[in-house]
Nanobody
């Protein structure tokens, strides 16, 4: 099992940057595929980015490509989401998620992940 705690959210203006951090506790962090999701008010939780256990493969939803970067530091049991050129439509609660690694799968739906953090609010003003 792994426990996840997000931090780094806040209120920023359009065009600003934020870096979210997800700290994992428990054993075997480097055996997990890690993902970031977000949920805006009145909308379903959506996949934002994912990273393979070695960090060698990264995946993004189309709307954040070129602006967001997911990375991980397995020595620190941490995954990051660097968010640049933020837009008001990026406003949401951002969640970190983990699933046991399966090389055949790029998990991108909420049901693909077994472990979730509590979320951190990101608000982007225009």
């Amino acid at each position: 099992q792994v426990q996840l705690v997000e931090s780094g959210g806040g209120l920023v203006q359009a065009g600003d940057s934020l870096r979210l951090t997800c700290a994992a506790s428990g054993r075997g962090f480097n055996n997990y595929f890690m993902g970031w999701f977000r949920q805006a008010p009145g909308k379903e939780r959506e996949f934002v980015a994912g990273i393979r256990r070695s960090g060698g493969g990264t995946y993004y939803t189309e709307s954040v490509k070129g602006r967001f970067t997911i990375s991980r530091d397995n020595a620190k049991n941490t995954v990051y989401l660097q968010m640049n050129s933020l837009k008001p439509e990026d406003t949401a609660v951002y969640y970190c998620a983990a699933r046991w690694y399966d090389p055949r799968v790029v998990p991108s739906t909420t049901t693909d992940y077994a472990y979730w953090g509590q979320g951190t609010q990101v608000t982007v003003s225009s």
